[in-house]
Nanobody, 121 residues
Framework: QVQLVESGGGLVQAGGSLRLSCAASGRTFSTYVMGWFRQAPAKEREFVAAISTSGANTNYADSVKGRFTISRDNAKNTVFLQMNSLKPEDTAVYYC??????????????WGQGTQVTVSS
């Protein structure tokens, strides 16, 4: 049974930083592309970032390029999202998931509880 447990969210001022973590289980973590998504109030869930199995390749939404960095620790079955230069429009609940590929970005499993990120102006 897949479990996705996100943590690290909080309230931060614009221009600040946060580091999100996602502990994943239920699949062989090191063999799957991982990704982060977010959902703001009254909006659809959207893709944020993805990372290949080895960490050598990444993919980012245009809105976060240059500000967010995705990374992973295969020994700890954990994927991270370092978020710098945060903007109020980054406010959302952030989720991670196993992905079908770094190109299709299709999530494979049900969503976890997510972690709330709130950026004040």
């Amino acid at each position: 049974q897949v479990q996705l447990v996100e943590s690290g969210g909080g309230l931060v001022q614009a221009g600040g930083s946060l580091r999100l973590s996602c502990a994943a289980s239920g699949r062989t973590f090191s063999t799957y592309v991982m990704g982060w998504f977010r959902q703001a109030p009254a909006k659809e869930r959207e893709f944020v970032a993805a990372i290949s199995t080895s960490g050598a390749n990444t993919n980012y939404a245009d809105s976060v390029k240059g500000r967010f960095t995705i990374s992973r620790d295969n020994a700890k079955n954990t994927v991270f999202l370092q978020m710098n230069s945060l903007k109020p429009e980054d406010t959302a609940v952030y989720y991670c998931n196993f992905l079908a590929s770094i190109v299709t970005l299709r999530p494979l499993d049900s969503w976890g509880q997510g972690t709330q990120v709130t950026v004040s102006s």
